[in-house]
């Protein structure tokens, strides 16, 4: 499958700033099951859009703005050619496969995350991927979805796997966030990941900018869960960043120089382009 995906967030000043510094993680790679036919990334502002990889093995953009700035458009734009390969990923790592058993402010486990992992543990039996999608299912079923605002898939939340448990809600990231911290909590190494996906009519999301998990299997490796819809990843998906959390994948970090107040407004979409 071939998709066009258009992701524009803009930002706004209720009052000048005097500069303004970002990192964007807005650019997939190519792997087994994804090619990257065409990609760009244009900032409305004259700049050097400095690329990197960073810790992870994602490509991230930096720049910086000298204002005085009172409002800032980001678009990234291109052609993605996906497989459906079941959730499983073929992808080069950089770094050890324990480091995803390693526990971040977002992803601690809480008493009532142990008991889940615990009853996981007991209803799914040995096998890691079997565990995995039985707690897929699980959450999917105890946890809802909340209406999305820009900054659950778009920046970095401070939503945490123990509050998305306890309320019994939350963004696509605070789910992530708890399947990823129950996975540790089993032993089975765990990541967010961030992405766009061209949903379906019957799928509630209005914005095609995503993030979901992945596990580390033993002997198929990095397999992916949305939870929030109760599936792996298929040719729909387009995989950009992963991390331990969020905030090591967010499309968009930065700050201001300024006491100007930001808005910010998000949009994505994803188009299937005939061949």
């Known amino acids: 499958m071939r998709l066009r995906i258009c992701h524009e967030i803009s930002a706004s000043f209720d ?20 090619y990257v036919v065409d990609w760009r990334i244009d900032v409305d502002h004259d700049c050097r859009l400095s690329r990197a990889f960073d810790s992870y093995g994602n490509i991230a953009h930096d720049f910086f703005l000298a204002g005085p700035l009172d409002s800032l458009v980001l678009t990234a734009v291109g052609e993605v050619e996906t497989d459906d390969t079941a959730g499983v990923l073929q992808i080069g ?19 009532a995350i142990r008991d889940l992992a615990s009853d996981m543990r007991s209803a799914a039996g040995a096998n890691p991927l079997d565990r995995c999608h039985a707690l897929m299912k699980s959450l999917h079923g105890r946890v809802k979805l909340r209406p999305l605002a820009v900054g659950d898939v778009t920046c970095a939340s401070d939503e945490t796997a123990a509050s998305v448990l306890a309320a019994g809600s939350g963004s696509p990231a605070g789910v992530a966030h708890l399947f990823v911290t129950a996975a540790r909590v089993l032993g089975i190494p765990a990541r967010l990941v961030s992405g766009y996906a061209a949903f379906r009519d019957d799928d509630t999301p209005t914005d095609a900018a995503w993030v979901w998990a992945e596990a580390q299997v033993a002997g198929l490796g990095w397999v992916g869960f949305d939870v929030a819809h109760d599936r792996c990843p298929t040719d729909i998906y387009v995989r950009v960043a992963s991390g331990l959390d969020q905030h090591g994948i967010a499309f968009l970090r930065g700050a201001n120089h300024g006491l100007g107040a930001e808005v910010l407004v998000s949009k994505a979409q994803v188009t299937e382009v005939s061949l």
């Open 15 to 34: 009052q000048p700033v005097a500069s303004a510094i970002r990192t964007l993680r807005m650019t997939p790679r190519t792997y087994d099951g994804q």
């Open 93 to 111: 790592e950089r770094l050890p496969v324990g480091l995803f058993l390693r526990e971040t402010r977002l992803t601690t486990p809480d008493a």
